[in-house]
């Protein structure tokens, strides 16, 4: 079993950046793929994009392509999601997620942090 908790969250206005971060801690993290997903207010939660367990194999929803960044550090045993060109579209909670096989659904993903709360300003 892995623990995820999300950080780096906030209020940020439109065009601005923010990194998000997520930390793992308990079975060996390097073992998971991890996906970030968002749910807007009122919405389904959505895919965002999600990383392999090396990070060789990346993968983005195309309405963030482009503009966001995963990435992970393993010895660290945090995930990683820049996300620059913010638009008030953006504005949702935003979960990371682990598993051990590649996945980009949220239903596939065992593990879950709490959420980050992102809030784009017009």
Known sequence: Q???????GGL????????????ASGRIFSYYTVGWFRQPPGKEREFVAAISQSGGRLFYADCVKGR?????????NT????MNSLTPEDTAVYYCA????????????????????VTVSS
Do not use: H, M
């Open 2 to 8: 892995v623990q995820l908790r999300e950080s780096g």
């Open 12 to 23: 940020v206005q439109a065009g601005g950046s923010l990194r998000l971060s997520c930390a």
């Open 68 to 76: 966001f960044t995963i990435s992970r550090d393993n010895a660290k």
């Open 79 to 82: 995930v990683y999601l820049q």
């Open 98 to 117: 682990a598993d051990l096989q590649w996945a980009v659904g949220p239903r596939e993903y065992d593990y879950w942090g709490q959420g980050t709360q």
